[in-house]
């Protein structure tokens, strides 16, 4: 069964950094779209970052400038560099694989779900 690890989260100082990881567990042959989201408590998921069909980058307008998504292919993993962290960033981050080609089921597409990893950043 395919499935998506993250890895990278934790508690850091307002004006830190963070890097997260979302690696998927078997060889890709494809991906459609890579995106980031997060929740805080109480409030609805929001996207965060995504690279989407065709290479396009988008970000969420509360992060433009401060965090960067990437990939590496090789790796098989998804990035997620978070700059000049806030207290507002604080959330659960979820990475989201759509369309995903594995190479032991090459006629099949998944879409794939991170199990969430916690961002806490303190003032």
Given at each position: ?123
């Amino acid at each position: 069964q395919v499935q998506l690890v993250e890895s990278g989260g934790g508690l850091v100082q307002a004006g830190g950094s963070l890097r997260l990881s979302c690696g998927v567990s078997e060889s890709i042959l494809s991906i459609d779209d890579m995106v980031w989201y997060r929740q805080a408590p109480g409030e609805q998921r929001e996207l965060v970052a995504g690279i989407i069909s065709g290479g396009t980058i988008t970000y969420g307008d509360s992060v433009k400038g401060r965090f960067t998504i990437s990939r590496d292919n090789a790796k098989n993993t998804v990035y997620l560099r978070m700059n000049s962290l806030k207290p507002e960033d604080t959330a659960v981050y979820y990475c989201n694989l759509v369309g995903v080609v594995v190479t032991t089921a090459p006629l099949m597409k998944y879409n794939l779900w991170g199990q969430g990893t916690q961002v806490t950043v303190s003032s």
